[in-house]
């Protein structure tokens, strides 16, 4: 698996990591002998990565808060960057945090054979960012959509409930389904749903 070691640049060698629960990504420059390695498949920012790094960010803040700051740092930066940081090495004299520790290098190994740490960190996530587009922009546009083509006009269009629970019943008719696209945004082909509305 490709790592990447990473230390801070000059300017801020004297920061004291353990007083921070985030680090600036912009700070952090690769070296071979850096102190700090990238959590794989747990950097993505707007236009990078994808929903399986973010809800891998996501998993190991919920499930390993206790190293933050000890052992870990969730790192943040432009464009929405985000991820997770690591100590290259690290022990520690509590057995609780220790016992995390060894956890979560288990678990990362096991990223070799699978990229996620967890299936239904994945499947929550689509749902939210899929709930957060239907607010954005999925209804407005699907209801702009079955206006346009004279299945409904304004005074018809069913309510918001009832409009989204039809859509999901075209789609799993259709077997029409919304895709993650990126980290942050998603895709649902509203065309073909208005196309299959009354089939």
């Known amino acids: 698996m490709d790592t990447r070691r990473l230390t801070y640049e000059s300017s801020y060698q004297d920061t004291d990591k353990s007083e921070l629960s985030r680090l600036y990504y912009g700070s952090l420059?690769?070296?071979?002998?850096?102190?700090?390695?990238e959590i794989p498949y747990s950097v993505y920012s707007d236009y990078s990565g994808c929903v399986v790094e973010r809800a891998n960010c996501d998993y190991v803040l919920a499930n390993y808060d206790k190293l933050l700051s000890i052992a870990i740092w969730e790192v943040y930066g432009g464009y929405g960057?985000?991820?997770?940081?690591?100590?290259?090495?690290?022990?520690?004299?509590?057995?609780?945090?220790?016992?995390?520790?060894?956890?979560?290098?288990?678990?990362?190994?096991?990223?070799?054979?699978?990229?996620?740490?967890?299936?239904?960190y994945i499947s929550q996530l689509e749902l939210e960012m899929e709930s957060e587009e239907w607010d954005s922009y999925i209804k407005s546009d699907l209801s702009h959509q079955l206006i346009k083509s004279g299945i409904y006009d304004d005074d018809s269009i069913p309510d918001d409930d009832t409009l989204r629970s039809m859509m999901y019943s075209v789609m799993e008719k259709c077997n029409i389904y919304w895709e993650a696209e990126s980290a942050v945004s998603g895709y649902i082909d509203i065309d073909q749903i208005v196309t299959n509305w009354n089939n």
């Open 81 to 120: 960057t985000r991820g997770i940081v690591r100590l290259v090495d690290f022990h520690s004299d509590d057995e609780n945090i220790q016992y995390l520790w060894d956890s979560l290098l288990d678990e990362i190994n096991g990223l070799d054979n699978y990229p996620a740490f967890d299936d239904e």
């Open 29 to 37: 420059v690769e070296d071979t002998k850096g102190d700090l390695i």
